[in-house]
C-alpha cells in the first residue's frame, strides 16, 4: 500500500542503493529481472526520489567551502548518473506516453519538487 513506502525512512530498497557498490550493482541485477520486476523498481525509485542520498544530500554540492563530503557526494551522484539511471532508461525508453505520465505524476504527488529540481541529478542532461 503506499504508506508502507513511508514505514522506513529511507525505504529498504533505497537503503540498499545508498551505497556505491549497491548503485553499482542495479545494471548487473537489472539483466536478470522482468521487464514488469524492472517496472516495479522503477516506480518505487521514482515514489521514493526525495529519500535517495543523491537528492536528500543534494544540499552538500552548492557548500561554500571545500569538503571531503562533497568530493563523496560528486562521487555518489556520477554512480547514480552512470549506474542507476543508465538501467532505468531502458524501462522508461520503452515505456508508453500513459507508463510516463503515470511516473511523473507519482513523483510529483510523493516528492517535493522544488527541491528535486534544484539538485544536480535533475539538472544533468544524461538524466533527461
Not at 40 to 51: D, E, I, N, W
Not at 99 to 106: D, E, F, I, Q
Amino acid at each position: 500500500s503506499p504508506s508502507d513506502l513511508y514505514s522506513s525512512d529511507p525505504h529498504p530498497f533505497i537503503s540498499l542503493i545508498t551505497p556505491a557498490k549497491g548503485k553499482k550493482i542495479l545494471p548487473r541485477l537489472s539483466r536478470h529481472l522482468t521487464s514488469q520486476q524492472m517496472l516495479t523498481m522503477l516506480t518505487l525509485m521514482v515514489a521514493c526520489f526525495s529519500q535517495m542520498d543523491v537528492v536528500a544530500g543534494a544540499y552538500i554540492l552548492d557548500m561554500p567551502v571545500d569538503k571531503p563530503e562533497q568530493h563523496d557526494m560528486e562521487r555518489q551522484t556520477q554512480t547514480f548518473l552512470g549506474s542507476v539511471v543508465q538501467s532505468v532508461l531502458p524501462v522508461v525508453s520503452k515505456a508508453g506516453l500513459r507508463l510516463v505520465s503515470g511516473l511523473v505524476g507519482l513523483l510529483i504527488e510523493r516528492n517535493d519538487i522544488i527541491a528535486i529540481s534544484q539538485t544536480r541529478v535533475s539538472l544533468r542532461r544524461s538524466y533527461v
